[in-house]
């Protein structure tokens, strides 16, 4: 939808430059991506553009025209005719606002269904197993969703500066992590209510492995996956891609004190860094977000 034929393919009213009685209703004329289900944009437009459609009884036919040798012009138009139009247009719009029904409650379906299979993952189990042979555990799988959230922590760019000082052993497998330093990363994380979340709710992919990179969610692919992490003799640090979300992935870094043992510091930016190198200039530069309210 544009202003003229050379900026786009439709005016305002969805007519197509250059065709006549030509309209295009459909996501396509929506300039920019909205981020969630286009259903009801699509209704509002198409309704929009066929309300600047005249109806046959506001529209003046110059009959005369069309007339042939010896035919008379009709002295008033056809009454059935224009109360046929009429329905034909109430139909329509009935139809068009029975399929905007129908999408909502499909969308609002699937949301409920979503919060409700994650909230059920979490509850506690209410069956008395000592009653059944359980089959073998496994991890749970994540919920549709974010299940477990790591919130940024601010300091200082004067007091980031320093957080990489020191030699660090890169590992790039999550089972590469020594134990100290993953229980104590694993153990930052929290459930959305605030309290501390499950660790098998932490999931992780290793470098080349499928992760849930786009909001596109599909079940059994965990959010995050490991870029590359270090071991030093005082801290180590987790360098991540976080996704499910609109657009790439985010690029995460937590950072971990054994003597404390807490995750003093975690930052995001707008993608992941590929060698130490960098991400040691661009954490030096203040170049990471940790403002309250921020999520790893």
């Given at each position: 939808?544009?202003?003229?034929?050379?900026?786009?393919?439709?005016?305002?009213?969805?007519?197509?430059?250059?065709?006549?009685?030509?309209?295009?209703?459909?996501?396509?004329?929506?300039?920019?991506?909205?981020?969630?289900?286009?259903?009801?944009?699509?209704?509002?437009?198409?309704?929009?553009?066929?309300?600047?459609i005249?109806?046959?009884?506001?529209?003046?036919?110059?009959?005369?025209?069309?007339?042939?040798?010896?035919?008379?012009?009709?002295?008033?138009?056809?009454?059935?005719?224009?109360?046929?139009?009429?329905?034909?247009?109430?139909?329509?719009?009935?139809?068009?606002?029975?399929?905007a029904?129908?999408?909502?409650?499909?969308?609002?379906?699937?949301?409920?269904?979503?919060?409700?299979?994650?909230?059920?993952?979490?509850q506690?189990?209410?069956?008395?197993?000592?009653?059944i042979?359980?089959?073998?555990?496994?991890?749970?799988?994540?919920?549709?969703?974010?299940?477990?959230?790591?919130?940024?922590?601010?300091?200082?760019?004067?007091?980031?500066?320093?957080?990489?000082?020191?030699?660090?052993?890169?590992?790039?497998?999550?089972?590469?992590?020594?134990?100290?330093?993953?229980?104590?990363?694993?153990?930052?994380?929290?459930?959305?209510?605030?309290?501390?979340?499950?660790k098998?709710?932490?999931?992780?992919?290793?470098?080349?492995?499928?992760?849930?990179?786009?909001?596109?969610?599909?079940?059994?692919?965990?959010?995050?996956?490991?870029?590359?992490?270090?071991?030093?003799?005082?801290?180590?640090?987790v360098?991540?891609?976080?996704?499910?979300?609109?657009?790439?992935?985010?690029?995460?870094?937590?950072?971990?004190?054994?003597?404390?043992?807490?995750?003093?510091?975690?930052?995001?930016?707008?993608?992941?860094?590929?060698?130490?190198?960098?991400?040691?200039?661009?954490?030096?530069?203040?170049?990471?977000?940790?403002?309250?309210?921020?999520?790893?």
């Amino acid at each position: 939808m544009a202003g003229s034929p050379a900026q786009g393919v439709v005016d305002r009213r969805n007519r197509v430059f250059g065709y006549k009685n030509m309209y295009v209703c459909a996501g396509s004329v929506i300039a920019a991506n909205r981020g969630v289900n286009p259903s009801l944009a699509i209704c509002t437009l198409t309704e929009r553009a066929m309300s600047y459609i005249p109806t046959a009884a506001q529209t003046a036919w110059n009959e005369t025209a069309y007339l042939g040798p010896g035919e008379m012009p009709m002295s008033e138009p056809k009454t059935q005719e224009v109360k046929s139009g009429r329905r034909s247009s109430r139909r329509a719009a009935l139809a068009i606002v029975a399929i905007a029904f129908a999408a909502a409650a499909i969308f609002v379906s699937i949301r409920v269904y979503r919060i409700w299979s994650a909230n059920e993952r979490l509850q506690p189990d209410l069956i008395n197993t000592d009653l059944i042979n359980p089959p073998p555990q496994r991890p749970a799988p994540e919920p549709p969703g974010h299940p477990v959230i790591l919130r940024t922590i601010h300091l200082r760019p004067s007091e980031q500066r320093h957080l990489l000082d020191g030699n660090f052993t890169l590992v790039r497998r999550m089972s590469d992590i020594t134990e100290p330093c993953k229980d104590i990363f694993e153990s930052s994380f929290l459930a959305f209510s605030g309290s501390p979340a499950p660790k098998q709710f932490a999931r992780f992919a290793d470098p080349g492995q499928d992760f849930q990179s786009t909001d596109f969610v599909l079940r059994d692919l965990p959010f995050r996956r490991l870029v590359f992490a270090g071991l030093g003799t005082k801290t180590c640090f987790v360098h991540y891609e976080m996704g499910g979300q609109i657009g790439p992935p985010t690029g995460c870094l937590a950072i971990i004190d054994y003597r404390h043992k807490k995750t003093v510091w975690v930052g995001e930016r707008r993608k992941p860094l590929r060698s130490f190198k960098a991400l040691r200039t661009i954490l030096a530069g203040g170049h990471f977000e940790n403002f309250y309210g921020g999520v790893c």
